[in-house]
C-alpha cells in the first residue's frame, strides 16, 4: 500500500518504514519556531526556567506580530525573548530590522525545505507546505516540549488530493482565490490532510502555492502540501539550497477523497464575514458592497507579486476618498525589492499607506484596527468577529487583485474590470 506525502514524511521521522491514517507517532522535528507572541501573552508558560533546550541549532526566534512594539507590554515580550535566545545560544533570531511575518521568514532564510518536519508556534504554519515540507502549528506547552526534547507526537491523518487542471484564465484570479473556492465549495477538512497534485500546480506560482497552502489551517487541515515541481526546484537552487531532498507521493498512494479542480474556471472570490468554510462566494455575489478599509499583506499575501500587482491596478489613479488602503509587505526584504521596483513609490502616489513587515492588523493587535460599523477587505487570514477590531465591525477576505480593485471605487469590485479577463 503505497504512501501519500504527508505519510513518507511523518515515516521518515519517525524512523519507520511505512504509516497509515490513524498510526501515532513520536518524530523527530527538524525545525521548531516561533514568535514574539510567545512571550508576551503565552502567560502559562515561563520560559526563563527552561534550562536546557534538544538543539539550538534547529530553534528559529523571531519578532513579527508586535514590531516595532506599540505597547509597554510588547516591548516587554521582546525583552524576555532577547534573553531566551542568548541565554540559549539560539542564533536564528530575527529582530526588528531583519524580520518578516514567521511563514515567509520560514521560507526566505531556508529553514522550509522538501522533506522536512517543521513545529511552529502560530497556526497558520502548514504555509511551509508550499515547500514540499510537512509542517503544523503548536501551542505553547507543545512548543516547550518540542524544544526541550527534539520532539513529538503526531497521529496520521487521513488525506484529501486536490488534483488541479489547466491555468487561472486571468491575472486577476490567483491563488487565494482557488482557496477561497476551496473553502466555499467544500467546506471544513478537520483532522485531514489536503495535498495538491495534477499538471496545473505547474501553472501556480510559488507565491500562490504559500497563499493556498497558509490558507488551509482555516479549513483546519493538519498539513496541507504541494509537489516539488521544477518550478518549486528552480526556486530553491536560486535561495541556495544545495541539496533538495524531494517527497513525492506513490503512484498507488491511499486518498480519503480525490477532487478535480479547472483552474481556468475560476473567478475572483470573497470569504463572507465572521467564518471561511462554506461561507465563500464569487466576487460578483456582492459587488457594490461599501467598504472602509482595505488591506493588502500577511502571511497569505504580502509577497512581492502580490505588491506588483495591487500597484499595477491603482497606478496613476487615485484610492477613494471613503477608504484607508494599507500594504503591509511580508517581510523586510519584500518590503526593500518592492521599494526597489516603484511599487510602494506608485501605490503612496495612490493613496494608500505602506506599513513595516508585520502581523499587526491582521491579528488585530496595531497598524490598522476597525471601528464600530466599518468593513475591511482585507487579504489577511481571518475574519471571526472581532479579528481586526470592533466586535461591530466585519471583515471579507480576498485576493490582492479584488482588493486594490476595491479601494480604488470604494465598494467590492470585481478586478477583472481593471486587467481584462
Not at 496520521?156 to 482557488?178: C, E, M, N, W
Not at 489613479?317 to 511580508?330: D, L, W
Given at each position: 500500500?503505497?504512501?501519500t506525502?504527508s505519510?513518507?514524511?511523518?515515516?521518515?521521522h519517525?524512523?519507520?518504514p511505512a504509516v497509515?491514517?490513524?498510526d501515532?507517532?513520536t518524530?523527530?522535528?527538524?525545525?521548531a519556531a516561533?514568535?514574539?507572541?510567545?512571550?508576551?501573552?503565552?502567560?502559562q508558560?515561563?520560559?526563563?526556567?527552561v534550562?536546557k533546550?534538544?538543539?539550538p541549532d534547529?530553534?528559529?526566534?523571531l519578532?513579527?506580530?508586535?514590531?516595532?512594539?506599540?505597547?509597554?507590554?510588547?516591548?516587554?515580550?521582546a525583552?524576555?525573548?532577547?534573553?531566551?535566545?542568548?541565554k540559549?545560544?539560539?542564533?536564528?533570531?530575527?529582530d526588528?530590522?531583519?524580520h518578516g511575518?514567521?511563514h515567509?521568514?520560514?521560507v526566505?532564510?531556508g529553514?522550509?525545505?522538501?522533506?522536512?518536519?517543521?513545529?511552529?508556534?502560530?497556526?497558520?504554519?502548514c504555509?511551509a507546505g508550499?515547500?514540499?515540507?510537512?509542517?503544523?502549528?503548536?501551542?505553547p506547552?507543545?512548543?516547550?516540549y518540542v524544544?526541550?526534547?527534539g520532539?513529538?507526537?503526531?497521529?496520521?491523518?487521513p488525506?484529501?488530493?486536490?488534483r488541479?487542471?489547466?491555468?487561472?484564465?486571468?491575472?486577476?484570479?490567483?491563488?487565494?482565490d482557488l482557496?477561497?473556492?476551496i473553502?466555499?465549495v467544500?467546506?471544513?477538512?478537520?483532522?485531514?490532510?489536503v495535498?495538491?497534485?495534477?499538471?496545473g500546480?505547474?501553472?501556480?506560482?510559488?507565491?500562490?502555492?504559500?497563499?493556498?497552502?497558509?490558507?488551509?489551517?482555516?479549513?483546519?487541515?493538519?498539513?496541507?502540501i504541494?509537489p516539488?515541481?521544477?518550478?518549486?526546484?528552480?526556486?530553491?537552487k536560486e535561495?541556495?539550497d544545495?541539496?533538495?531532498?524531494?517527497?513525492?507521493?506513490?503512484p498507488?498512494?491511499v486518498?480519503?477523497?480525490?477532487?478535480?479542480i479547472?483552474?481556468?474556471?475560476?473567478?475572483?472570490?470573497?470569504?463572507?464575514?465572521?467564518?471561511i468554510p462554506k461561507?465563500?462566494?464569487?466576487?460578483?455575489d456582492?459587488?457594490?458592497?461599501?467598504i472602509?478599509q482595505v488591506?493588502?499583506g500577511?502571511c497569505?499575501?504580502?509577497?512581492?507579486?502580490?505588491?506588483a500587482l495591487?500597484?499595477?491596478?491603482?497606478k496613476?489613479?487615485?484610492?477613494?476618498k471613503?477608504?484607508r488602503f494599507?500594504?503591509?509587505?511580508a517581510?523586510?526584504?519584500?518590503?526593500?525589492?518592492?521599494?526597489?521596483?516603484?511599487y510602494?513609490?506608485?501605490l503612496v502616489?495612490?493613496?494608500a499607506v505602506?506599513?513595516?513587515a508585520?502581523?499587526?492588523?491582521?491579528?488585530?493587535?496595531h497598524?490598522?484596527l476597525l471601528?464600530?460599523?466599518?468593513?475591511c477587505?482585507s487579504t489577511?487570514?481571518?475574519?471571526?468577529?472581532?479579528?481586526?477590531?470592533?466586535?461591530?465591525?466585519?471583515?471579507l477576505?480576498?485576493?490582492?487583485?479584488?482588493?486594490a480593485?476595491?479601494a480604488?471605487t470604494?465598494?467590492?469590485t470585481?478586478?477583472?474590470?481593471?486587467?481584462g479577463?
Amino acid at each position: 500500500m503505497g504512501m501519500t506525502m504527508s505519510e513518507k514524511i511523518l515515516a521518515r521521522h519517525a524512523g519507520v518504514p511505512a504509516v497509515k491514517a490513524g498510526d501515532i507517532l513520536t518524530c523527530q522535528v527538524d525545525v521548531a519556531a516561533c514568535h514574539d507572541m510567545f512571550f508576551t501573552v503565552a502567560g502559562q508558560i515561563d520560559f526563563e526556567k527552561v534550562n536546557k533546550i534538544a538543539d539550538p541549532d534547529k530553534c528559529v526566534v523571531l519578532l513579527d506580530h508586535a514590531v516595532p512594539a506599540p505597547t509597554a507590554k510588547d516591548a516587554h515580550g521582546a525583552v524576555k525573548a532577547r534573553a531566551f535566545v542568548k541565554k540559549h545560544g539560539i542564533k536564528n533570531f530575527y529582530d526588528v530590522g531583519e524580520h518578516g511575518v514567521i511563514h515567509q521568514l520560514l521560507v526566505e532564510k531556508g529553514f522550509a525545505a522538501p522533506g522536512r518536519l517543521i513545529a511552529a508556534g502560530d497556526s497558520h504554519t502548514c504555509a511551509a507546505g508550499a515547500m514540499n515540507a510537512a509542517a503544523r502549528g503548536f501551542g505553547p506547552a507543545e512548543m516547550m516540549y518540542v524544544w526541550c526534547k527534539g520532539e513529538t507526537w503526531y497521529q496520521v491523518s487521513p488525506t484529501i488530493l486536490y488534483r488541479l487542471h489547466g491555468k487561472f484564465a486571468s491575472q486577476a484570479v490567483t491563488g487565494k482565490d482557488l482557496f477561497l473556492y476551496i473553502a466555499g465549495v467544500y467546506g471544513d477538512a478537520t483532522n485531514m490532510n489536503v495535498e495538491f497534485g495534477g499538471e496545473g500546480v505547474g501553472n501556480m506560482t510559488i507565491p500562490q502555492r504559500q497563499s493556498v497552502a497558509t490558507m488551509c489551517a482555516e479549513i483546519n487541515a493538519e498539513f496541507a502540501i504541494f509537489p516539488c515541481d521544477d518550478l518549486l526546484r528552480d526556486f530553491l537552487k536560486e535561495r541556495g539550497d544545495q541539496t533538495i531532498d524531494a517527497v513525492d507521493p506513490d503512484p498507488d498512494a491511499v486518498y480519503h477523497d480525490v477532487r478535480d479542480i479547472d483552474l481556468g474556471k475560476l473567478t475572483p472570490y470573497v470569504a463572507l464575514p465572521h467564518y471561511i468554510p462554506k461561507n465563500c462566494c464569487p466576487v460578483t455575489d456582492v459587488e457594490g458592497t461599501e467598504i472602509h478599509q482595505v488591506l493588502v499583506g500577511s502571511c497569505s499575501n504580502g509577497r512581492l507579486e502580490d505588491i506588483a500587482l495591487a500597484a499595477s491596478i491603482v497606478k496613476g489613479k487615485r484610492v477613494a476618498k471613503n477608504v484607508r488602503f494599507i500594504v503591509t509587505p511580508a517581510s523586510q526584504k519584500v518590503y526593500l525589492e518592492a521599494l526597489k521596483a516603484g511599487y510602494l513609490e506608485t501605490l503612496v502616489e495612490a493613496g494608500a499607506v505602506v506599513t513595516n513587515a508585520t502581523c499587526g492588523a491582521c491579528y488585530g493587535g496595531h497598524m490598522g484596527l476597525l471601528g464600530p460599523g466599518e468593513r475591511c477587505l482585507s487579504t489577511t487570514t481571518r475574519n471571526f468577529k472581532a479579528r481586526m477590531g470592533d466586535v461591530d465591525s466585519e471583515v471579507l477576505l480576498c485576493a490582492p487583485a479584488t482588493a486594490a480593485a476595491s479601494a480604488l471605487t470604494g465598494k467590492i469590485t470585481d478586478p477583472r474590470e481593471f486587467l481584462g479577463g
